[in-house]
C-alpha cells in the first residue's frame, strides 16, 4: 500500500497477506454426459464453502504522519510521527472466518454465474476489529472452445461490497465502512488443468462513511 501526498510517496506498506484455508462442497451439479456443449443442454451446480483466515500477515507496521520540532537556542530538532493504520496492513492480525455459496447456470456455451460471501472478523491484539464484510457479484460469460485442451471465458458482470463500521477498543471507527457497486469483465483462459483469470473493475457508485480514499479501479490476476 502506497501514500502520496502532493505527488510526494511519504509511506510504503507491503508484505505477504493473511493465510486463507477453504474448503466447498457442492450440493447440486447436473450431468450432462462427455459433451459438455451438446446443443439445448442446461446444466446447473450449487457449491457452499467455508473457511478460515490465519494472521500471517504483518498488522503492526507504523506510518510517518507529521513531524514534531523542538527548539533550543542551538538547535532545531525534527522528529518522525507515527501512527499505526490497520487499513494499511498487509495483514488483520486476527483469526476470521469466510462463507461462501456459488451458483452457475450454463445453456450451451453461455451462462450466469453468481457468488455470495462473508467475511467474520475477530479482534486483535491491538484490541482493533474489522467490520464484518459483504460480498456480492453476477457474471454473464461465454464459453468458447478451441479443442479439447484450449478454452477461452469472456465475461461481465456486477459487484456489490458492504461493511459497516470497524471497531477501536469497543468504539466505532466512524472513517469506515461503507458501500461500493462496481462494473466487471474480464478474460479467463484454460489450458488442460490450469486456469489464468483477469479482471477488471471499475467502481460505479459508492457511498463510504465519513473521509475515506475513494475506491479507484482495480486489475486483479489468478493463476489457478
Sequence with gaps: NYVYRKDSLIDNISGFGDFSVIANYRLINT??????????????????????????????????????????????????????????????????????????????????????????????????????????????????????????LPYLGVNYEMSYYDNNNGLDVLNSGGEAIFFSGGLNFFIKNIGIDFTYFKPIYQNLFGYQPSNKTRIIAQLT
Excluded at 52 to 59: A, I, K, N, Q, R
Excluded at 71 to 80: D, E, L, Q, R, V
Excluded at 125 to 151: C, G, P
Design 31 to 152: 450431468k450432462i454426459g462427455s459433451d459438455s456443449l451438446a446443443k439445448n443442454k442446461l446444466m446447473h451446480r450449487l457449491t457452499v464453502g467455508t473457511g478460515v483466515e490465519l494472521p500471517t500477515g504483518s498488522y503492526n507496521k507504523q506510518s510517518v504522519v507529521g513531524y514534531e520540532t523542538t527548539f533550543s537556542p542551538s538547535t532545531i530538532i525534527g522528529k518522525p510521527k507515527f501512527e499505526l493504520d490497520p487499513h494499511l496492513q498487509a495483514g488483520t492480525g486476527s483469526i476470521n472466518y469466510i462463507f461462501m455459496l456459488e451458483y452457475l447456470v450454463k445453456m450451451n456455451r453461455l451462462g450466469l454465474s453468481t457468488n455470495i460471501s462473508y467475511k467474520m472478523f475477530t479482534e486483535n491484539s491491538n484490541h482493533f476489529k474489522f467490520a464484518n464484510r459483504y460480498n456480492f457479484n453476477s457474471s454473464l460469460f461465454y464459453l468458447i472452445k478451441f479443442n479439447e485442451k484450449v478454452k477461452m
